[in-house]
C-alpha cells in the first residue's frame, strides 16, 4: 500500500516534466512564417467586416492606423473604415463614409482605389436620389460626382458604369426641368417658358422626352407672336417681335425632324412649320440611325410598375437611353429675363434714329404775286388754254420752300438716253445676235453641260430623300405600339 502511494506521484511528476520538455517555444521575430502584427488586425477588421459587424471592424482598423502609421497597410484600413460606413448603410452613415472617402483620395490620389472611392461617393447620392417633382439635391450632386470621375479618371474600367448611372441622373435632372417649363406654358408664362424648355433642349439633348420638350418650345414661341399681335405698340416694332419669335419657332421644329424624325412629335412639326410658311427640312440617315439606337435601348415601364412607382421614393430611370454619351460640360444656360432683354432690344432695334421714322408734310403755296404786282382780282380773264407760261413764284417772307435748282440725289428717274428721248430694248436672253453664231453655239453647249450637271445632283438628292423616307417609314413600323403620353395643354 505504501508502495503505490509512492508510484503515483512520481508518475505524476514525470508526466508534468515530459510535458514541459516537449512543449516548443516559438519567437515571432525569428521566425520567418510568422504574422506581422498590423497584419493581424487587418484580417481581424476584414473578418468582422464580412460577418457585418461594423463597429468591430471600424475599431480594429483604427487601432491599425494608430499604432502603426508606417504600415503597408494603411491606405486599405482607411478604405476599409469608409467601406463599413458605405456597408451600413443609413443617411448618417453614408454621410459619414462620403468623408471618408473624400479622405482617401486627398491622400491617396494616384492609387486605383481612388477611382472605386469616387464612384462610391456618386453612388451615395444616386442611392438617396428622390422623384423629379421632390428635392433633387442628391441628383445635382451625383450629376457632379459622376462628372468628376469621368473627367479625372477617363481610363478607369469604371468609366463605363459611370456614364451609364451618369445618363440615368440627367433623365430625372431633365424630366424635372421640362415639367416646370410645361408648367410655365400651361400659365401663359412664355418667357419663363421658354428659357426652361431651351435648357432642357440644349443640357440633355438624349432626354426620352426631348421632342415633346421642343414642341412646347414651338407653343411657346407662337403663343409670344399671338401677345405681340394683341399690344398696342408700333408697327415695325411689332413686325420685328414676330419676326424673331417666328424664327425661334421655326428653329426648335426643324430640330425635331433633324434629331428627332422617329419620335411622336415629328408629324406635328411637320405640320406646324408648313402653317408658319417656313421650309420643312430633311432629316439625315445618320440622324435617323442614331434615334433609332436611342429608342431601341429604352426600357418601357409597364402599367404594373407605373402603379407600384407611387408608393416608391426613388424616381423610375427606365426611359433613360444606354447609348450614347452624357453631357459633361453645362452650355450656357438661358434665363427669363434673358429672353425678355432679346424682346426689348429687338422692339427697340431703331430707337436712335427716330427722326428716321417721322414723315413731314410740306405745304407749297402757287400762285404768290411778286412783291411789285397787283393783287389778282375776280374779273380778271383766265389764261388761254394753250397759255402755259406762269411769272415765276417768289417765296414769302419766312415761307420754306423746296430748293428747285438741285435735283433731289434721292428721286427716281426714267432711264432716258440724252439724244432722241427713247432707247432701245435690251437684249432677250435666248435670242441669238446677228455675228456672232460661233458665241451662240459655245453657250448653247455650256448650258447642255450645265443642265446635265444639274439634272445629276437633282437625281441624287432625290435619291437620298427616298432613302431617308424609306428608312424614318420602316423604323416607325417597326416600333412597338404603347401609351403615348399625353399632356393636358
Known amino acids: 500500500m505504501s508502495r503505490r502511494i509512492l508510484v503515483i506521484p512520481l508518475l505524476a511528476v514525470l508526466f508534468i516534466t515530459a510535458a ?11 521566425d520567418v512564417g510568422s504574422k506581422q502584427p498590423d497584419k493581424v488586425l487587418f484580417d481581424r477588421a476584414m473578418d468582422a467586416l464580412k460577418h457585418n459587424r461594423y463597429d468591430v471592424a471600424r475599431l480594429t482598423l483604427q487601432t491599425l492606423i494608430n499604432t502603426y502609421p508606417d504600415s ?17 448603410g443609413g443617411s448618417t452613415a453614408l454621410t459619414q463614409a462620403e468623408i471618408e472617402y473624400k479622405d482617401f483620395i486627398t491622400f491617396f490620389p494616384n492609387m486605383p482605389e481612388a477611382a472605386e472611392a469616387q464612384l462610391k461617393i456618386a453612388n451615395i447620392h444616386y442611392q438617396q436620389m428622390e422623384k423629379p417633382d421632390r428635392d433633387f439635391t442628391h441628383a445635382a450632386r451625383a450629376e457632379e460626382e459622376y462628372r468628376n470621375l469621368i473627367l479625372q479618371w477617363p481610363d478607369s474600367k469604371l468609366v463605363p458604369e ?3 448611372r451618369l445618363l440615368e441622373v440627367q433623365e430625372v435632372l431633365a424630366e424635372r426641368e421640362f415639367r416646370v417649363g410645361r408648367f410655365y406654358y400651361l400659365r401663359e408664362s412664355y418667357p419663363a417658358s421658354i428659357a426652361r424648355l431651351r435648357s432642357v ?14 414642341y412646347l418650345l414651338g407653343q411657346s414661341y407662337e403663343g409670344e407672336i399671338a401677345n405681340v399681335r394683341r399690344r398696342q405698340v408700333n408697327e415695325a416694332a411689332k413686325a420685328r417681335l414676330i419676326e424673331m419669335a417666328t424664327h425661334g419657332a421655326a428653329d426648335a421644329y426643324s430640330r425635331i425632324l433633324t434629331r428627332y424624325p422617329l419620335m411622336n412629335r415629328a408629324d406635328d412639326a411637320k405640320a406646324r412649320l408648313i402653317a408658319l410658311k417656313q421650309s420643312v427640312p430633311k432629316p439625315t440617315l445618320a440622324a435617323v440611325a442614331q434615334n433609332k439606337a436611342e429608342e431601341d435601348s429604352r426600357r418601357g415601364t409597364g402599367m404594373f410598375g407605373h402603379l407600384m412607382s407611387n408608393f416608391k421614393k426613388h424616381p423610375d430611370v427606365a426611359e433613360a437611353t444606354k447609348v450614347g454619351d452624357p453631357t459633361l460640360v453645362d452650355p450656357k444656360m438661358v434665363s427669363a429675363t434673358e429672353v425678355v432683354q432679346q424682346a426689348t432690344r429687338a422692339m427697340m432695334a431703331n ?4 427722326g428716321s421714322n417721322t414723315v413731314s408734310v410740306e405745304t407749297v403755296k402757287t400762285g404768290v404775286p411778286l412783291p411789285d404786282q397787283a393783287a389778282p382780282r375776280s374779273d380778271d380773264a383766265a389764261p388761254a388754254a394753250g397759255d402755259t407760261a406762269q411769272p415765276a413764284a417768289v417765296p414769302a417772307p419766312g415761307e420754306l420752300q423746296p430748293n428747285v435748282s438741285a435735283s433731289d440725289p434721292n428721286e427716281l428717274k426714267p432711264n432716258v438716253a440724252d439724244s432722241g428721248g427713247q432707247t432701245p430694248p435690251p437684249p432677250q436672253v435666248n435670242e441669238i445676235q446677228a455675228g456672232a453664231p460661233d458665241q451662240a453655239a459655245s453657250s448653247s453647249g455650256q448650258a447642255s453641260a450645265t443642265g446635265a450637271k444639274t439634272g445629276d445632283q437633282a437625281s441624287s438628292s432625290s435619291q437620298q430623300k427616298d432613302d431617308v423616307d424609306a428608312a424614318i417609314a420602316s423604323s416607325k413600323h417597326k416600333k412597338k405600339k404603347g401609351l403615348k403620353k399625353i399632356i393636358p395643354f
Request: proline residues 4%; aromatic residues 10%; contains cysteine.
Open 20 to 30: 514541459c520538455t516537449n512543449k516548443k517555444v516559438k519567437n515571432p521575430l525569428a
Open 72 to 88: 503597408e497597410f494603411i491606405a486599405r484600413a482607411k478604405l476599409g473604415v469608409a467601406d463599413s460606413w458605405y456597408a451600413e
Open 162 to 164: 459611370a456614364k451609364q
Open 201 to 214: 433642349v440644349d443640357k440633355y439633348p438624349l432626354y426620352s422626352q426631348a421632342d415633346e420638350a421642343l
Open 351 to 354: 430707337a436712335g434714329g427716330r
